[in-house]
């Protein structure tokens, strides 16, 4: 346990968080967003999870979340620009 907690937790959010540094805050809102999407597909692929509607649903408003947000700021952006 103390060598996942290390090896899995620390090194994983330390390379998460440098990786951060060099986004923009929308891209890093986007992955945000995704973490918990990856998080049930894994559980899912790897560990056999069942997959309930429910799960099935969350993940649709994740995905329609991101991209509502993705469009939103391209435009705001392009306002911006033509200002």
Request: aromatic share 8%.
């Given at each position: ?6 090896i899995n ?75």
């Amino acid at each position: 346990m103390f060598i996942l907690g290390i090896i899995n937790t620390a090194l994983g959010f330390s390379l998460f968080f440098v990786g951060l540094e060099h986004l923009s805050g929308q891209r890093s809102a986007m992955l945000s967003y995704t973490d918990p999407l990856s998080a049930i597909i894994i559980s899912a692929v790897i560990l056999n999870e069942p997959m309930r509607e429910l799960q099935l649903f969350g993940r649709l408003l994740l995905l329609g979340a991101t991209a509502a947000s993705e469009i939103t700021w391209r435009r705001d952006v392009q306002r911006q620009t033509t200002n």
